[in-house]
Protein backbone atom coordinates (compact mmCIF):
# COMPACT_ATOMS: atom_id res chain seq x y z
CA UNK A 1 0.00 0.00 0.00
CA UNK A 2 1.57 3.44 -0.94
CA UNK A 3 1.58 6.40 1.54
CA UNK A 4 -0.94 8.81 1.31
CA UNK A 5 -0.33 11.50 -0.14
CA UNK A 6 -3.61 14.02 -0.63
CA UNK A 7 -6.98 14.40 1.65
CA UNK A 8 -7.17 12.89 5.19
CA UNK A 9 -6.53 9.29 5.93
CA UNK A 10 -9.84 8.70 6.28
CA UNK A 11 -10.64 9.83 2.60
CA UNK A 12 -7.57 7.91 1.89
CA UNK A 13 -8.35 4.33 2.90
CA UNK A 14 -12.10 5.10 2.09
CA UNK A 15 -11.08 5.30 -1.29
CA UNK A 16 -8.39 2.78 -1.53
CA UNK A 17 -11.53 0.28 -0.39
CA UNK A 18 -13.84 1.80 -2.64
CA UNK A 19 -11.65 1.41 -5.86
CA UNK A 20 -10.42 -2.24 -4.38
CA UNK A 21 -6.93 -1.64 -2.91
CA UNK A 22 -8.52 -2.92 0.06
CA UNK A 23 -10.17 -5.60 -0.46
CA UNK A 24 -13.79 -6.88 1.06
CA UNK A 25 -13.06 -9.08 4.10
CA UNK A 26 -9.57 -7.50 4.70
CA UNK A 27 -8.60 -7.07 8.31
CA UNK A 28 -6.77 -3.58 9.23
CA UNK A 29 -4.84 -2.98 12.17
CA UNK A 30 -3.29 0.19 13.37
CA UNK A 31 -0.43 -0.91 13.38
CA UNK A 32 0.56 -2.04 10.14
CA UNK A 33 -1.61 0.89 9.13
CA UNK A 34 0.57 3.45 10.48
CA UNK A 35 3.79 1.71 9.29
CA UNK A 36 2.60 1.24 5.56
CA UNK A 37 1.29 5.32 5.38
CA UNK A 38 4.13 6.99 7.73
CA UNK A 39 1.74 7.97 9.97
CA UNK A 40 1.27 7.75 13.83
CA UNK A 41 -1.18 5.61 15.41
CA UNK A 42 -3.83 8.44 16.17
CA UNK A 43 -5.53 9.15 12.80
CA UNK A 44 -5.75 6.23 11.59
CA UNK A 45 -7.85 5.00 14.78
CA UNK A 46 -9.74 8.66 14.16
CA UNK A 47 -10.02 6.85 10.39
CA UNK A 48 -11.37 3.67 11.19
CA UNK A 49 -13.90 5.23 13.79
CA UNK A 50 -15.47 7.01 10.69
CA UNK A 51 -15.32 3.89 8.63
CA UNK A 52 -16.70 1.91 11.33
CA UNK A 53 -19.19 4.78 11.73
CA UNK A 54 -20.29 4.52 8.21
CA UNK A 55 -20.10 0.91 8.50
CA UNK A 56 -17.59 0.17 6.19
CA UNK A 57 -15.67 -1.86 8.62
CA UNK A 58 -16.33 -4.04 11.86
CA UNK A 59 -14.30 -3.73 14.87
CA UNK A 60 -13.10 -7.51 15.93
CA UNK A 61 -11.64 -7.55 19.61
CA UNK A 62 -7.95 -7.92 19.70
CA UNK A 63 -7.68 -8.34 16.30
CA UNK A 64 -8.55 -4.98 14.44
CA UNK A 65 -11.06 -3.86 11.94
CA UNK A 66 -12.90 -6.15 8.90
CA UNK A 67 -13.65 -4.53 5.78
CA UNK A 68 -17.42 -5.15 5.14
CA UNK A 69 -17.69 -7.98 2.35
CA UNK A 70 -20.14 -7.42 -0.32
CA UNK A 71 -22.27 -9.92 -0.96
CA UNK A 72 -24.77 -10.62 -3.40
CA UNK A 73 -27.70 -10.42 -0.90
CA UNK A 74 -26.59 -6.94 0.92
CA UNK A 75 -26.42 -5.48 -2.47
CA UNK A 76 -29.83 -6.63 -3.15
CA UNK A 77 -30.73 -5.26 -0.36
CA UNK A 78 -29.25 -1.80 -0.10
CA UNK A 79 -30.62 -1.48 -3.62
CA UNK A 80 -33.79 -2.64 -3.37
CA UNK A 81 -34.43 0.03 -0.60
CA UNK A 82 -32.57 2.47 -2.73
CA UNK A 83 -34.98 2.16 -5.55
CA UNK A 84 -37.81 3.51 -2.78
CA UNK A 85 -36.01 6.07 -1.51
CA UNK A 86 -34.66 7.33 -4.82
CA UNK A 87 -37.93 6.91 -7.00
CA UNK A 88 -39.57 9.29 -4.10
CA UNK A 89 -36.79 11.68 -3.81
CA UNK A 90 -37.11 12.18 -7.66
CA UNK A 91 -40.92 12.15 -7.88
CA UNK A 92 -41.51 14.93 -5.37
CA UNK A 93 -38.73 17.30 -7.04
CA UNK A 94 -40.45 16.58 -10.33
CA UNK A 95 -43.26 18.46 -8.33
CA UNK A 96 -41.07 21.45 -7.82
CA UNK A 97 -38.02 21.39 -9.16
CA UNK A 98 -36.33 25.24 -10.01
CA UNK A 99 -34.39 26.54 -12.56
CA UNK A 100 -31.49 26.32 -10.45
CA UNK A 101 -31.89 22.87 -9.65
CA UNK A 102 -32.46 22.17 -13.35
CA UNK A 103 -29.02 24.08 -13.70
CA UNK A 104 -27.13 22.43 -11.30
CA UNK A 105 -28.04 18.75 -12.08
CA UNK A 106 -27.19 19.61 -15.80
CA UNK A 107 -23.86 20.74 -15.19
CA UNK A 108 -23.01 17.53 -12.81
CA UNK A 109 -24.42 14.99 -15.87
CA UNK A 110 -21.95 17.10 -18.05
CA UNK A 111 -19.10 17.13 -15.48
CA UNK A 112 -19.92 12.88 -15.87
CA UNK A 113 -19.93 12.51 -19.79
CA UNK A 114 -16.13 14.15 -19.56
CA UNK A 115 -15.18 11.58 -16.97
CA UNK A 116 -16.54 9.13 -18.81
CA UNK A 117 -15.06 10.36 -21.97
CA UNK A 118 -11.53 10.22 -20.08
CA UNK A 119 -12.51 6.81 -18.70
CA UNK A 120 -12.16 8.00 -15.27
CA UNK A 121 -14.11 5.57 -13.53
CA UNK A 122 -12.80 7.12 -9.77
CA UNK A 123 -13.66 10.52 -10.94
CA UNK A 124 -17.77 9.21 -12.39
CA UNK A 125 -18.37 7.60 -9.42
CA UNK A 126 -17.24 10.64 -7.01
CA UNK A 127 -19.94 12.24 -9.59
CA UNK A 128 -22.40 9.93 -9.68
CA UNK A 129 -22.56 9.83 -6.03
CA UNK A 130 -23.09 13.67 -5.77
CA UNK A 131 -26.19 14.02 -8.97
CA UNK A 132 -27.53 11.52 -6.22
CA UNK A 133 -26.88 12.83 -3.49
CA UNK A 134 -28.82 16.31 -5.41
CA UNK A 135 -31.77 14.49 -5.92
CA UNK A 136 -32.19 13.85 -2.30
CA UNK A 137 -30.95 17.35 -0.85
CA UNK A 138 -33.16 19.11 -3.70
CA UNK A 139 -36.72 17.09 -2.89
CA UNK A 140 -37.20 19.03 0.24
CA UNK A 141 -37.74 15.98 2.01
CA UNK A 142 -34.75 16.62 4.91
CA UNK A 143 -35.62 13.21 6.43
CA UNK A 144 -34.78 11.63 2.81
CA UNK A 145 -31.83 13.66 2.61
CA UNK A 146 -30.72 11.76 6.33
CA UNK A 147 -31.17 8.40 5.06
CA UNK A 148 -29.74 8.87 1.67
CA UNK A 149 -26.45 10.15 3.34
CA UNK A 150 -26.31 7.19 5.98
CA UNK A 151 -26.71 4.91 2.68
CA UNK A 152 -24.34 6.75 0.31
CA UNK A 153 -20.98 5.57 1.77
CA UNK A 154 -22.22 1.96 0.90
CA UNK A 155 -24.33 3.47 -2.62
CA UNK A 156 -20.32 4.64 -3.60
CA UNK A 157 -18.88 1.32 -2.88
CA UNK A 158 -21.20 -0.96 -4.75
CA UNK A 159 -21.53 2.01 -7.85
CA UNK A 160 -17.70 1.94 -8.71
CA UNK A 161 -17.58 -1.52 -9.10
CA UNK A 162 -20.48 -1.55 -11.24
CA UNK A 163 -18.86 1.28 -13.32
CA UNK A 164 -16.05 -0.59 -14.01
CA UNK A 165 -18.45 -2.73 -16.42
CA UNK A 166 -18.21 -2.16 -20.27
CA UNK A 167 -20.40 0.20 -21.46
CA UNK A 168 -21.56 0.73 -18.40
CA UNK A 169 -20.74 4.44 -17.95
CA UNK A 170 -22.80 5.65 -20.57
CA UNK A 171 -25.72 3.27 -20.03
CA UNK A 172 -25.42 5.14 -16.23
CA UNK A 173 -25.15 8.86 -17.51
CA UNK A 174 -28.13 8.10 -20.12
CA UNK A 175 -30.19 7.07 -17.43
CA UNK A 176 -29.09 10.31 -15.72
CA UNK A 177 -30.49 11.80 -18.54
CA UNK A 178 -33.89 10.43 -18.87
CA UNK A 179 -34.66 10.79 -15.10
CA UNK A 180 -33.36 14.76 -15.52
CA UNK A 181 -35.95 15.18 -18.71
CA UNK A 182 -38.79 13.98 -16.16
CA UNK A 183 -38.17 16.33 -13.88
CA UNK A 184 -37.91 19.15 -16.74
CA UNK A 185 -41.36 17.82 -17.91
CA UNK A 186 -42.54 18.03 -13.92
CA UNK A 187 -43.53 14.90 -14.68
CA UNK A 188 -43.50 13.35 -11.01
CA UNK A 189 -44.48 9.58 -12.07
CA UNK A 190 -42.24 9.57 -15.00
CA UNK A 191 -39.68 10.70 -12.72
CA UNK A 192 -40.28 8.02 -10.15
CA UNK A 193 -40.29 5.29 -13.05
CA UNK A 194 -37.28 5.77 -14.68
CA UNK A 195 -35.37 6.22 -11.09
CA UNK A 196 -37.16 3.26 -10.02
CA UNK A 197 -35.63 1.68 -13.70
CA UNK A 198 -31.86 3.25 -13.45
CA UNK A 199 -31.92 1.75 -9.92
CA UNK A 200 -32.66 -1.87 -10.26
CA UNK A 201 -30.41 -1.59 -13.71
CA UNK A 202 -27.50 -0.36 -11.89
CA UNK A 203 -28.19 -3.67 -9.35
CA UNK A 204 -27.78 -5.61 -11.79
CA UNK A 205 -24.78 -4.49 -12.63
CA UNK A 206 -23.49 -4.77 -9.22
CA UNK A 207 -24.40 -8.09 -8.61
CA UNK A 208 -23.08 -9.46 -11.69
CA UNK A 209 -19.92 -7.89 -10.27
CA UNK A 210 -19.77 -9.42 -7.46
CA UNK A 211 -20.64 -12.68 -8.58
Known amino acids: ?3 AKNGSIFEYLWNAIKTGEIESGQMLTER ?3 RNLGVSRTPIREALRRLEKYGLVQHEPHKGVRVISVSTESVKQLYEIREILEGFGARILAEHATKEDISTLEDILHQAETAAEEDD ?3 LS ?5 FHTQLAQRSGNKYLESIMQTLQSHISLVMSKSLKQSGRPDQNIAEHWMILEAIKQKDPQLAESITKYHVRKAMSNAISMVE
Open 32 to 34: DLA
Open 121 to 123: IYT
Open 126 to 130: KINAN
Open 1 to 3: MSN
